[in-house]
């Protein structure tokens, strides 16, 4: 059975950084690709970023240039480093690995 657990979400000022983790059981990890995804309040949820398991990486537009999604397959972890935050990407940031979604970690970005 698959399990993501994010942590690393917290408060951050504006133009801040968090680095979020996603810590994954149950796989094998090396041969996993995994995707962060995000939804803001009353928004539907919105694809950010996915690695592969070659170490292949993908963004979406807006975060290209400040984030980075990277994985460490000797801790079976993934992260998200996220810099210059905008008050406009607090949301609750989500792992997902396949058919699995972790429970989430919330970003709030004060202005």
């Known amino acids: 059975q698959v399990q993501l657990v994010e942590s690393g979400g917290g408060l951050v000022q504006a133009g801040g950084s968090l680095r979020l983790s996603c810590a994954a059981s149950g796989i094998i990890f090396s041969s996993s690709a995994f995707a962060w995804y995000r939804q803001a309040p009353g928004k539907q949820r919105e694809w950010v970023a996915t690695i592969t398991s070659g170490g292949s990486t993908a963004y979406v537009d807006s975060v290209k240039g400040r984030f980075i999604i990277s994985r460490d397959n000797a801790k079976n972890a993934v992260y998200l480093q996220m810099n210059s935050l905008k008050p406009e990407e607090t949301a609750v940031y989500y792992c997902?690995?396949?058919?699995?979604w972790g429970k989430g970690t919330q970003v709030t970005v004060s202005s």
């Open positions: 997902r690995q396949g058919s699995t």
